[in-house]
């Protein structure tokens, strides 16, 4: 454990972008670049620090999308376009190229949380505009829309995702459009279908933060909620 040091930069200043990757590879795709959203993709290697560079474009620009991987595809799904989509592209992360359609989303949504196993990718929550407790997956390897798999153990938006091989976790979020930020944390088991569980609560109430992990742990880092931003890990 510690505090977190300088990497790099991303080639274009930006927010609401969800970031994936595979064992060499941290892939960011889209986000809020003002006065609207990208499509700007960028790559970097986990190895070594420096500045991200140019992978290339998502199908559709937008704004809190989702994002999953396994150790060959990435997954960017949903977000804002201005409007709210139901888009799932992918891109092939041991090369460089622009992202080409996979399938949708059960309903178009966008601010919810990812999580995924070698060959799942989960997407849980968001809004629709309404807030939603929606989780739907998709097979990563074969190219369809997503299918119903469950529902958060509440609806919320700017929902974290991260995972193991074996469980995803939903952490924290929004209850409204202008709701209360939770501590919540739950799980689901991602080879099956079914409602998530209660897991526990985070330390710090919050939304929008991002989230990693490796087989063994998850980390969730920064956000916001109602005193402002926050840079607990």
């Known amino acids: 454990t510690g505090d977190a040091t300088d990497f790099g930069d ?5 927010g609401d972008n969800p970031s994936t990757g595979s064992f060499n590879r941290a892939i960011c795709g889209g986000g809020n670049h003002d006065p609207g959203a990208t499509n700007v993709i960028d790559y970097t ?3 070594s620090t420096g500045n991200a560079a140019d992978f290339g474009d998502l199908s559709v620009a937008r704004t809190k999308p989702g994002a999953v991987s396994n150790s060959t595809r990435a997954l960017f799904s949903g977000g804002h376009e201005p409007g709210i989509s139901n888009v ?27 999580a995924q196993s070698p060959t799942r990718g989960v997407f849980g929550g968001g809004k629709t505009p309404s807030v939603v407790n929606t989780i739907d997956y998709v097979e990563i390897a074969a190219l369809g829309n997503a299918t119903d798999f469950g529902d958060l153990s509440a609806s919320r938006q700017n929902v974290g995702g991260t995972s193991s091989s074996t469980r995803g976790v939903f952490i924290e979020g929004q209850t409204g459009g202008g709701g209360t930020q939770v501590t919540t944390v739950d799980y689901i088991t991602i080879a099956s279908q079914g409602n998530a569980i209660d897991y526990g609560d985070t330390s710090v109430a919050g939304q929008g933060m991002g989230n990693l992990s490796n087989s063994v742990r998850g980390v969730s880092a920064g ?11």
């Open 88 to 114: 799932i592209d992918y891109i092939t992360m041991a090369s460089t190229g622009n992202a080409v359609d996979f399938g949708n989303l059960s309903q178009s949504r966008a601010s919810h949380g990812s």
């Open 10 to 14: 991303l080639t274009l200043g930006r």
């Open 45 to 47: 290697s986990f190895m």
């Open 223 to 233: 956000g916001s909620n109602p005193d402002g931003a926050v840079n607990v890990i």
